[in-house]
């Protein structure tokens, strides 16, 4: 029987890492309150430290349709992290700490758990 955990952004990229690299995006994250986020660290994308499978980040890359979706108080902790560059739009360089509230508070990230 399979149900789901529910981990931090800290755990969910020490689960993902190595996995994502050959799309260079690791799967989007499923969140508590039914969203889906995309949170990237990685050599390609805006995180501390920019490189592949770090054992901990300082910050991450978080987007996604619906990023905006949860409550508003931690959604506004995201805004001095906005990057738009043409059509895209996402949050560069976000601190950990501001990603776990947000995450958080969105129900946290749902893995299969067996």
Same mark, same amino acid.
């Given at each position: ?35 889906? !986020? ?13 490189? @592949?499978? $770090?054992? *901990? #980040? ?23 992290? !906005? ?13 950990? @700490?501001? $990603?776990? *509230? #947000? ?12």
């Amino acid at each position: 029987m399979t149900s789901k955990a529910v981990v931090s952004v800290a755990k969910w990229l020490a689960i993902t890492n190595g996995t994502h690299l050959k799309d260079d995006v690791r799967e989007m994250a499923r969140l508590g309150d039914g969203g889906t !986020l995309s949170i990237q660290a990685s050599r390609y994308h805006h995180c501390e430290p920019q490189i @592949d499978n $770090a054992k *901990h #980040y300082r910050s991450v890359e978080i987007g996604g349709d619906a990023v905006l979706d949860g409550p508003a108080d931690p959604s506004w902790a995201l805004a001095p992290y !906005l990057y738009e560059r043409g059509r895209i739009v996402l949050f560069a360089k976000v601190p950990l @700490d501001v $990603a776990e *509230h #947000y995450v958080r508070a969105r129900g946290g990230i749902l893995v299969a758990h067996t």
